[in-house]
């Protein structure tokens, strides 16, 4: 072995030594299963991930940081559930409704939701503002992706003809706003 390698291996082994150092003398992090002391405190804490809400400990705690002291073997769960949240439809735009024409909509993390584009006499649905095409359109709720987009209209076009029966006049049409 040459001395270049015998010395990166002790400068790797050193650094290694420090990590493994520093990381135990931040915090006293413990895997789950391990055995703990008599009579020592522990820190728990249960953390949501985005969607979901701590609800309690298997032991009824609702606290999800909580300290105990160690004078037998613990076993906890901790409860989530995922949070419910009430959808507008007219935060989608003017005539968009939910699947069976409803105005809201209680939804969580991986629901489906079918939206509908309603036309109306004087409005056809073109695309929604993302430049999706579809009607109904249907995605599935993430609160970490999901984006706002809003239905985009068209006026509809009518053809306006009119005449005169035979040569007994002329006919002028005019556009006149209101």
């Not at 995605?139 to 029966?165: H, I, N, R, S, W």
């Amino acid at each position: 072995m040459n001395e270049i390698t015998r010395n990166s291996r002790k400068k790797l082994s050193l650094i290694l030594v420090v990590l493994c150092l520093s990381v135990s003398l931040w915090a006293d992090i413990i895997p789950s299963g391990d055995n703990v002391a008599c009579g020592k405190k522990v820190k728990i804490t249960a953390t949501h991930k985005t969607g979901y809400e701590f609800v309690q400990w298997s032991d009824g705690n609702t606290e999800p940081s909580r300290e105990v002291i160690v004078t037998k073997d613990l076993d906890l769960t901790a409860i989530f559930q995922k949070i419910t949240v009430t959808m507008q439809a007219s935060d989608f735009g003017e005539n968009v409704t939910f699947e069976g024409g409803a105005t809201s909509l209680d939804v969580q993390i991986g629901d489906e939701v079918k939206l509908y584009a309603a036309e109306t006499e004087c409005q056809a649905f073109e695309k929604w503002s993302d430049g999706n095409t579809d009607n109904p359109r249907t995605f599935v709720y993430d609160p970490e992706t999901f984006a706002q987009f809003t239905a985009v209209y068209a006026d509809k076009l009518f053809k306006v003809t009119a005449k005169a029966e035979g040569n007994a006049g002329t006919i002028t049409i005019e556009l006149v706003d209101e």
